[in-house]
């Protein structure tokens, strides 16, 4: 379970910036919060973020996600003498100019909290450092600092057994210790690892064209999970009466590319290199539309986008909910209802849907959500005058009683995270009257 996640000097956050769902004190609804000994009013399930366009939201989402696959990919995909992906402010890549920061608190099982960041630039990593506690004390399990002449980098502390100095040798000045620790089985490492790596998970990226193939073991398609999924299709009102599931059959359509999401072309193909039975493995959704008494098949390719979308939507969220993974989402409201966007944060907010704590982290321009989370899962995201992204949780903001009080005052300006538009109206009015009179 995700704590917290922060980041300095990266793309547009100049500042240190923290992302966290450790909840406030406040009381107000959902009420639902996972409990832990290290988060006296327990860790959020959702976390919203709002701004403006270019405000910096995605940025600090896609950090998370640059994070996790610093953690994965150190070690075995960067070639030895391979620069790092290196993005700081104002792209200043000087040799005297700071290093970036990314660091991250996790809870483990047995509410064992970690906390695992590292400082880099282009060269390689810079430091590294991480921490446990077990109960109120912390551990010191590793330490890596700059090193000046024969000066050992490396400090190990006694709680970290194992192969220690093996793997430290192993670890380029381009890897991360956590990415070698893991090639090499530590007992201790790896499981933080794969908790950075598997149970934080991005979202697949939905496509405004095409119409979505699943997999046949998709829990969305599960004959327990049927009976939800058709009532929750009718609920969300779109004209919805029954569904059925049909293996995929490639017809000569038009070109994949032009009926199909790109996000499901990759596993079409792959399918088809592996020779199996004819797409047995990829499945349509054919829904019912019309009355119980009367119904009648539309193809999927023509159903709406947002049927698609909400439904390509479901069967990324079904999977996380049900082992209790962090998802990240950037634009969730892409071509959905408001309405529907609350129906799937919901999902997450309630415990009878979320039995095992999953946490949806995500961005979206939809106000109406705003009615729908805590004051403490609303981040806004705004730039200074310097166009430096900032983050300010609206638990900061004093006055705000109500999550009414929040959206009313998000609509009037008062907590930033909107665009300053002035008068475009009266803005493009003038540049079109003045450039007709030029070609005249």
């Avoid at 095409?210 to 969305?220: A, D, I, K, V, W």
């Avoid at 008062?414 to 008068?423: A, E, R």
């Amino acid at each position: 379970m995700l704590l917290r996640f922060s980041i300095e000097n990266h793309r547009s956050f100049r500042d240190a910036s923290e992302l966290s769902l450790v909840s406030t004190s406040r009381k107000d609804t959902p009420d639902w919060r996972s409990p832990s000994r290290h988060a006296k009013h327990g860790v959020l399930p959702t976390l919203g973020l709002w701004g403006a366009n270019a405000s910096g939201k995605s940025n600090i989402l896609d950090a998370l996600l640059e994070f996790q696959a610093f953690v994965r990919d150190s070690f075995i995909k960067i070639g030895p003498e391979e620069p790092l992906s290196w993005s700081p402010w104002r792209h200043q890549r000087g040799a005297d100019d700071p290093p970036t920061r990314m660091d991250i608190d996790l809870l483990m099982a047995g509410d064992t909290r970690i906390h695992y960041g590292f400082k880099f630039t282009a060269k390689g990593f810079v430091e590294e450092w991480m921490y446990r506690w077990v109960g109120s004390r912390r551990q010191i399990l590793y330490e890596r600092s700059p090193a000046e002449g024969d000066e050992d980098p490396w400090y190990f502390g006694s709680s970290l057994t194992g192969a220690r100095s093996q793997i430290a040798r192993a670890t380029r000045k381009n890897s991360l210790f956590l990415s070698t620790a893991a090639q090499h089985n530590h007992p201790i490492l790896l499981p933080i690892f794969s908790a950075i790596v598997d149970k934080i998970v991005p979202e697949r990226g939905i496509s405004l064209h095409g119409y979505p193939l699943f997999e046949s073991n998709s829990p969305l398609l599960a004959d327990s999970f049927r009976p939800a999924l058709t009532d929750l299709l009718r609920a969300a009102d779109l004209g919805v009466v029954d569904l059925e599931i049909r293996p995929h059959r490639h017809l000569s359509m038009g070109p994949p590319e032009a009926i199909f999401k790109p996000e499901f072309l990759a596993k079409l193909k792959a399918h088809k290199i592996q020779g199996e039975p004819e797409n047995t493995q990829l499945q349509e959704i054919h829904l019912r539309h019309g009355s119980l008494s009367d119904p009648w098949n539309l193809p999927p390719q023509d159903e709406s986008r947002g049927t698609h979308i909400l439904l390509a939507r479901l069967a990324e969220f079904l999977p996380v909910l049900r082992s209790g993974e962090a998802l990240v989402v950037d634009e969730l409201d892409t071509s959905l209802h408001p309405d529907l966007c609350a129906l799937l944060v919901g999902l997450f907010t309630d415990k009878r849907s979320n039995p095992h704590g999953a946490q949806l982290i995500f961005s979206t321009h939809d106000r109406g959500l705003l009615r729908n989370l805590r004051t403490d899962e609303v981040v806004l995201v705004d730039k200074d005058q310097s166009g430096a992204s900032q983050i300010v949780p609206s638990s900061d903001y004093k006055g705000l009683r109500t999550r009414d009080d929040l959206r009313r005052a998000h609509e009037d300006g008062q907590l930033g995270g909107v665009p300053v538009l002035g008068d475009l109206i009266e803005l493009f009015a003038t540049a079109v009257h003045k450039s007709s009179e030029e070609e005249e």
